[in-house]
């Protein structure tokens, strides 16, 4: 399975996710004006990933600000991850870093945690 790389933009987010590392990075702004278009790639290819993860999955989120449609995204995203963790196939951690003085970001971080079983790290970091 290939790698995706995505460069950040002014409406959506830098994506690096590689699966032969088990490594998946979001970082930016994220409030692109087709969502589904956007995310649907990466859900596409997080859904190959499942069937057969790598032993441990990293992710990191560091998004500066992002829109309810990303916030959905987000969650379906976390969901199949989520589910990599349950099921024993492999091991998923999640970091999310927000802005020190960013409450919103740091609460959207928490919000995560409670919906998910996998760890979850809610960490204040510079956000690039």
């Known amino acids: 399975m290939s790698r995706i790389a ?29 969502a589904e278009g956007f995310f649907r790639p990466l859900l596409n290819r997080l859904e190959q990933y499942v069937a057969q993860p790598a032993g441990h999955t990293s992710v990191l989120i560091a998004l500066r600000y992002f829109n309810s449609s990303t916030s959905k995204y987000l969650l379906d995203l976390l969901k199949l991850l989520n589910e990599v963790h349950l099921s ?10 927000y802005e020190q003085d960013d409450l919103d970001m740091e609460e959207a971080g928490q919000d995560y945690r409670a919906l998910l079983e996998m760890p979850v790290r809610v960490v204040a970091a510079s956000i690039p």
């Open 6 to 34: 995505l460069t950040s933009t002014d409406t959506t987010p830098e994506v690096l996710f590689d699966p032969q590392q088990g490594s998946l990075r979001i970082a930016g702004c994220s409030i692109p004006e087709n």
């Open 88 to 97: 024993g196939t492999g091991t998923v951690e999640l970091e999310w870093r």
